[in-house]
């Protein structure tokens, strides 16, 4: 599906380029959503993106699904740029299931277990969601954590090589 670039206005652009560099919502957005599901589920065995390609010559993603395939179970998300959603992220397990409000910041987490107990917990909203993660890589670098570096350096290549093999079976050209 294309969608016209007319919808788009000329902030949201600057998401799509350069032509030669990566751009569109799967690498503005969804490096989050795989980036963390790294972290908290390991390396998926396969994955997958299909995106709706903006109707200009750039042809950058404007909305996408993606999926993370695992031995028993499979990460489903959806990235997109200028649209809006309710929804809130879902993470079943064996034995329950958590709910968070927003993925890119956790001000509310609730679990639900077979047995239908919740518990709940929240934290204060923030004014920069992105904080945290510049506390802690500050942290990280001031006190020399040579072993967490690397971790992230890990979690980092693995992102960026399975972003680089979605762009490629969604049919995404930078050139």
């Not at 799967?26 to 390396?43: I, K, P, Q, S, T």
């Not at 670098?141 to 072993?147: E, F, G, I, L």
């Not at 992230?152 to 680089?164: C, N, P, R, S, W």
């Not at 490629?168 to 930078?174: G, L, N």
Request: hydrophobic share 35%; glycine share 6%; no cysteine.
């Amino acid at each position: 599906m294309k969608i016209k670039f007319s919808l788009l206005s000329r902030s949201h652009y600057q998401v799509f380029y350069p032509r030669r560099a990566a751009r569109g919502v799967l690498y503005d957005l969804g490096v989050y959503l795989v980036h963390n599901a790294l972290r908290w589920f390991g390396e998926p065995l396969d994955y997958h993106y299909k995106a709706s390609i903006v109707d200009h010559p750039d042809g950058a993603d404007y909305f996408g699904v993606g999926t993370l395939i695992y031995d028993d179970y499979q990460i489903n998300f959806s990235v997109g740029n200028h649209t809006y959603s309710e929804l809130k992220s879902e993470i079943y397990g064996d034995h329950g299931t958590v709910i968070l409000e927003h993925p890119t910041h956790l001000e509310h987490i609730k679990v639900i277990t077979d047995d239908q107990n919740q518990q709940s917990t929240s934290y204060p909203k923030m004014a920069n969601t992105m904080m945290p993660e510049l506390d802690y890589f500050i942290n990280m670098v001031q006190d020399n954590q040579s072993q967490k570096m690397w971790r992230q350096m890990h979690f980092t290549d693995k992102a960026v090589e399975i972003l680089e093999n979605m762009r490629q079976s969604a049919h995404i050209t930078f050139n």
